[in-house]
């Protein structure tokens, strides 16, 4: 078994193939037993967010993890081979590092992919698949990550997605204030958007959802309406901006309803954003001439414009990644160790018994107790050294160099040559 990350991401494949291999939250807990129940994968974590899904596990055959997540997703292997990102071992830590800590994701120090990594290791270990391994990586991930953003500045001047799509509103309507926004979804991405457009005071917002009185919650933070998500129909003629952002498996928004809304607006044009993977909005919509489509592969375009202040900080975020790589790779390989460290241990416990057994027996026939002891000893220091030095005594012209370093270092000796 070997550790290892395998995934998609917007450095590999576009938003068409990640919402194809994505996990939506009700999967999850099948999902993680699946790859484990079919022995691809003895641990398993699955990451999966509007920019990546990533399977973090240890198992024996690389590629039959790639064949587990397109099956699953009911995909061809060669349909998403080309887009896949296999990494073993350290390359697997230091890839989970950098995620953690923001380098890897679209917005260069964005905070939200941590907290996402520490949901999908809470969501492994409820699962029942996060074993020794999982738990040491993203234990040390998120210690890293926090490291990361204490001694660097790599979260500063920041451009989120959210504030992308303010900046795209704002080519289309030069004064928001005098604009309707409309959210779809009440997760954290949509409340991190409408804290940035409920800034620019628009004329109405509005936030609609499956759970009506989850909408209204969130609306009630920024002085908004709130409406259950089968309105939508009837409210989306009323609204300038819309952002969507759900956990929907399928369009929620499609072709024939934007056509509608653009026929009673007569034509005036609508701003939007879709943040989900799967997508929320149909592809075609972006077509519509009325109609400005953005999808998070597009917003981030916006976002790369502002990452040049926190470039700098780079280079030493990496060098503090490529410290704690090596320091948890020494941590796997002692665990090589630990079968041998535990049959030593064992056998030392059978010696120590049977000599105790002994010692006991003399005690209840009369003997002297420091008589004993002094056997006792005697009996155990010849049983403990009688291997490596039969082992020293047998050994070849070619082995006795090698075998003798090797019992100074385990036994500490300083002896003169």
């Not at 938003?15 to 079919?38: H, K, N, S």
Request: proline residues 5%; charged residues 25%; hydrophobic residues 45%.
């Amino acid at each position: 078994m070997q550790l290892l990350a395998c995934g998609v991401n917007h450095h590999t494949a576009p938003v068409a193939i990640r919402e194809r291999v994505a996990f939506p939250p009700e999967v999850l807990p099948r999902a993680l037993a699946d790859v484990t129940g079919r022995a691809v994968a003895r641990e398993a974590a699955i990451l999966s967010t509007c920019n990546r899904t990533e399977i973090y596990c240890s198992a024996a055959e690389p590629e039959g993890v790639v064949e587990w997540m397109s099956r699953f997703h009911n995909l061809e292997p060669r349909e998403v081979k080309p887009y896949i990102y296999l990494l073993p071992g350290d390359q697997a830590v230091k890839h989970a590092f950098r995620v953690a800590s923001g380098l890897d994701s679209m917005v260069l120090g964005e905070t939200q992919i941590l907290g996402q990594m520490k949901q999908a290791a809470h969501k492994a270990q409820a699962a029942g698949t996060l074993g020794l391994m999982l738990n040491k990586l993203f234990q040390r991930t998120f210690s890293v990550a926090k490291e990361v953003r204490s001694t660097t500045e790599i979260g500063a001047n920041t451009v989120s997605m959210a504030a992308a799509a303010v900046t795209l509103a704002a080519r289309i309507f030069p004064d928001i204030s005098e604009q309707a926004v409309l959210f779809v979804g009440a997760g954290e991405m949509i409340e991190l958007t409408a804290t940035h457009f409920a800034a620019r005071k628009p004329r109405r917002l509005m936030v609609v959802n499956r759970t009506e009185e989850r909408a209204r919650e969130l609306a009630r933070r920024f002085g908004g309406e709130a409406a259950a998500l089968t309105s939508l129909p009837e409210l989306l003629p009323d609204f300038d901006i819309l952002v969507t952002s759900t956990a929907s498996p399928l369009p929620i928004i499609g072709l024939g309803l934007v056509e509608r809304a653009v026929k009673l607006r007569k034509h005036r044009p609508i701003f939007m954003v879709d943040l989900a993977v799967p997508r929320d909005i149909e592809p075609e919509v972006g077509e519509l001439p009325d109609v400005f489509l953005y999808t998070v592969d597009e917003l981030g375009e916006v976002v790369r414009d502002g990452q040049d202040a926190r470039q700098a900080q780079v280079v030493q975020a990496e060098a503090i990644i490529a410290a704690s790589v090596n320091e948890f790779m020494h941590w796997v390989e002692s665990r090589r160790a630990v079968p041998t460290l535990r049959a030593l241990r064992d056998h030392a416990e059978r010696l120590r018994r049977h000599e105790l057994e002994k010692a006991h027996k003399l005690l209840a026939k009369g003997a002297k107790p420091e008589e004993v002891l002094e056997a006792m000893s005697r009996a155990l220091m010849n049983k403990y050294l009688h291997d490596p030095s039969h082992a020293l005594n047998q050994a070849t012209r070619d082995e006795l160099d090698e075998l003798t370093r090797t019992v100074r270092r385990l036994y500490n000796l300083h002896t003169d040559s």
